[in-house]
Structure formats: C-alpha cells, structure tokens
C-alpha cells in the first residue's frame, strides 16, 4: 500500500478480514484477535513507507492492543493527525 493522495479513510479488506488506513507516510491495518485473547479484541499494526519522514522507535508502542474497534479507531486516528499522518 502506498498514499495515494486521497483523504485518509478507514477501508475494510474482505480478504484478510482487516481494516485499514493510509497516511502521508505510513499504513495502519487492524485485524480483530481469537475471542480468548485477553490482551484486547483488536490489533493494529503500522508499516512506514518512509522512515525518513516518520521516526518510530519502541517508544511508540506498535502494534497495539484495543478493546473497542470504535475507540481504536478515534485514537488511531488521533495519533495520525498528532504524527501529521492523516491527508485531509
């Protein structure tokens, strides 16, 4: 996945039952977890397409764990626009 220059959605991909997000330099993708998973129902996943524009070390905490789809993605979608990732 690349940027393909239009406004930062979230698309789901039938295939691999993911969700996904597209920003000016990186891809977030979420897939739900096994139902005993005890460290949240969802994962979330970020790919840098370009780690000169977009630093991400151990610090930032990918992948991450949620409870909720719809509060993971409020602040997915929070940290974008925080990193200057999501394209208005």
Known sequence: MKPTGAPSEWGFDPEFKTWSLIGHH???WMSER???CDRGSWLAH???FDAR???IDY???WPRYYFDFDRAKLEIEAWMK???EWID
């Open 46 to 48: 970020l790919e840098v």
């Open 26 to 28: 990186c891809y977030v």
């Open 82 to 84: 925080k990193r200057k």
């Open 59 to 61: 610090a930032d905490g």
């Open 53 to 55: 524009e977009l630093h």
């Open 34 to 36: 096994p139902h005993y």
